[in-house]
């Protein structure tokens, strides 16, 4: 955080602001990021750049779990995530520079959707389990195991650092929100009927 302080010492700054999500087919998102150069620390401008995107993805409606340096523009190995792990609390991480170190033998198949494709859905196939190992924004190297969504979600976005998207992994048809919601709505009654039964 250093870095950060010496930088609201020589310039003048008003806090994180919101950077525009671009969406697909935009180019940037078909680009690999950039490795974030760390040999002094973290500079200015990706600390700034790594707040920009936490602050963005807070604002997102409805609200987002993750958004990388690609989804604004950018092409810095960066990505950020607000995963809520209980009603209202939620875990904000930085992750920069970051490489999955191991993964499960066993995969899941799951919905995922992305800010940059809005609208659309679809079934892709992840790991159950990742141990990821990236910077935080003090240039500290940390590792961390995560499983079942919280994995989903970091595989997802270094993917787009990769310039892959979802739907490049897609097990199903793309589907739009109301089309899930509909299925959802139909799987939510059938488990009530299940109940009943039982």
Same mark, same amino acid.
């Given at each position: 955080m250093y870095r950060i302080v010496s930088f609201l010492a020589?310039?003048?700054y008003n806090g994180p602001m919101?950077?525009?999500? +671009?969406?697909h087919p935009n180019e940037t998102l078909r680009k690999t990021a950039s490795e974030v150069p760390l040999e002094n620390g973290l500079s200015d401008e990706h600390s700034i750049l790594a707040l920009?995107?936490?602050?963005?993805?807070e604002s997102t409606?409805?609200?987002?779990?993750?958004?990388?340096?690609?989804?604004?523009?950018?092409?810095?190995?960066?990505?950020? +995530?607000?995963?809520?792990?209980?009603e209202g609390h939620?875990?904000?991480?930085?992750? +920069?520079?970051?490489? +999955?170190v191991k993964t499960?033998?066993?995969?899941?198949?799951?919905?995922?959707?992305c800010l940059s494709i809005p609208d659309q859905w679809g079934h892709v196939e992840r790991f159950k389990s990742v141990t990821v190992s990236a910077y935080?924004?003090?240039g500290e190297e940390f590792t961390v195991t995560a499983a079942d969504f919280y994995a989903r979600l970091v595989q997802h976005e270094l993917d787009h650092l990769n310039g892959i998207l979802f739907i490049d992994k897609l097990k199903s048809r793309i589907?739009?929100?109301?089309?899930?919601?509909?299925?959802?709505?139909k799987k939510s009654a059938s488990n009530q009927t299940d109940n009943v039964q039982g």
């Open positions: 020589r310039h003048t919101l950077r525009q999500i +671009i969406v920009d995107l936490m602050e963005t993805l409606y409805p609200l987002g779990a993750g958004l990388s340096a690609n989804q604004v523009n950018q092409t810095s190995r960066i990505f950020v +995530i607000n995963l809520e792990v209980g939620f875990m904000r991480q930085y992750f +920069i520079n970051p490489e +999955i499960s033998t066993q995969t899941i198949t799951d919905w995922e959707g935080n924004l003090k589907y739009s929100t109301q089309e899930l919601q509909k299925l959802e709505e």
